[in-house]
């Protein structure tokens, strides 16, 4: 055992300043876990600082202007539309979570009493098209189930949703905002370390080269330009996934006169932060809104159509288009990786879950390895005693 926990040490630790990087990884890790109110800030002004460095680049090489000229033409910018987003989108979202709020308890509250006329239409309409399916269907199952067994199961089904849509929204949704409005207290200074580290880049990577790994610089010159290239796409890349999903689906829901058009709109852009199970999670309350506002109608199912139509888009066109290179990951990996990270690091864990995959990938790929094959005559030679070492010294003369 010990011979192999050796070989193994030699093969993956031997080379100059992989120790080194290796504890500084623990340690980043271990400061984000414990610390994450404390770098919360940092951590954020990284991220956005690696979707707006493309910017930069681009404008350094086409206008030649220096680097912090165009850091600060950027993070103008960028401030410019965080601020219209605040002054004429936000208010307008927190208003309809408001309402949507507000009619969840409505309909929670009077799930169980069915005083509601509005909800026993509903509970009757639903029921009603059951029944008739359940009447088309062979025997025996047309005769297993009475009329007003299934408005029973209609009415305790809904119930059972609303009662809970009320607690998730009251213990999960409600603190997760309230989360994110103690951001504001950073709107001066993540903006201010965004601008440091766009226009101070090159002498931040030289000074995190020169005093984290002093011994072996060449490791980062390896790993950094597959890592870096690889984060910045997929950063990049889901900020306009995200803009794209939700200023595509606001219209639409706008187009069919949708309740909470501008909310839903932005929930199923959210929603494309979590792969596979995102899409699952957002379509729920959308059903529940437009089966409630338009019943089984034409539009209900026009509006249906066009939804569906707009996520096949956006799984089979949009979303190879722009991460046929930064997701490199199969679909066990991507779902692991957002219930280890999720679980950790709540939503900005689900948002660099499949960056830190695809980081660990690349380290269990590309860390270095010794050129030097240990043989078994010299772990054997090492860890043996003397007569051992005379008898290869023989054999070795011979």
């Not at 050796?6 to 993956?12: A, E, G, L, T, V």
């Not at 890790?29 to 919360?40: A, C, D, E, I, P």
């Not at 979707?51 to 930069?56: E, I, K, N, R």
Request: charged fraction near 15%.
């Amino acid at each position: 055992m010990f011979v192999l926990l050796k070989r193994w040490y030699w093969r993956h630790f031997s080379q100059p300043g992989t120790i080194e990087f290796a504890l500084v990884l623990i340690g980043a890790f271990l400061t984000v876990y414990y610390f994450m109110w404390l770098v919360g800030p940092l951590v954020v002004a990284l991220c956005l600082s690696y979707c707006l460095d493309w910017a930069v680049r681009s404008a350094i090489k086409h206008f030649k202007i220096s680097r912090f000229l165009a850091s600060g033409i950027v993070m103008i910018i960028f401030i410019g539309l965080c601020v219209g987003l605040l002054l004429f989108i936000a208010p307008k979202i927190l208003q309809q979570g408001a309402e949507f709020y507000g009619k969840v308890q409505e309909f929670s509250q009077n799930a169980s009493e069915s005083a509601n006329i509005e909800d026993e239409n509903i509970d009757a309409v639903i029921s009603t098209t059951v029944y008739d399916l359940i009447e088309r269907t062979p025997e025996p199952l047309a005769s297993m189930f009475t009329r007003e067994d299934v408005e029973n199961y209609v009415n305790n089904t809904r119930s059972f949703v609303m009662s809970n849509l009320t607690q998730i929204i009251k213990t999960k949704i409600m603190p997760s905002v309230m989360n994110a409005a103690t951001w504001l207290m950073y709107m001066i200074v993540v903006p201010i370390f965004m601008f440091l580290m766009l226009s101070n880049k090159e002498v931040l990577q030289k000074r995190f080269r020169t005093y984290v790994l002093p011994n072996n610089q060449e490791l980062i010159s390896v790993f950094w330009p597959k890592i870096n290239s690889q984060i910045e796409g997929y950063i990049r890349g889901k900020m306009l996934h995200i803009t794209i999903i939700s200023i595509l689906n606001t219209f639409a829901f706008l187009t069919f006169g949708l309740n909470y058009a501008f909310l839903l709109g932005l929930g199923v852009g959210l929603s494309v932060v979590i792969p596979y199970v995102g899409a699952v999670i957002i379509t729920i309350p959308i059903l529940l809104v437009s089966l409630i506002q338009f019943g089984f109608s034409q539009a209900f199912f026009w509006f249906l159509l066009v939804y569906i139509v707009i996520q096949l888009l956006d799984s089979n066109v949009l979303t190879p288009f722009l991460f046929s290179k930064a997701m490199n990951l199969d679909a066990f990996s991507i779902l692991a990786a957002i219930m280890i990270f999720g679980g950790l690091w709540g939503f900005w864990g689900v948002f660099l879950s499949i960056p830190l995959a695809t980081f660990i990938g690349t380290l269990i790929v590309y860390w270095p390895n010794a050129d030097k094959k240990v043989s078994n005559e010299e772990l054997t030679t090492d860890d043996n005693n003397g007569e051992d070492c005379s008898f290869s010294e023989e054999k070795n003369n011979k």
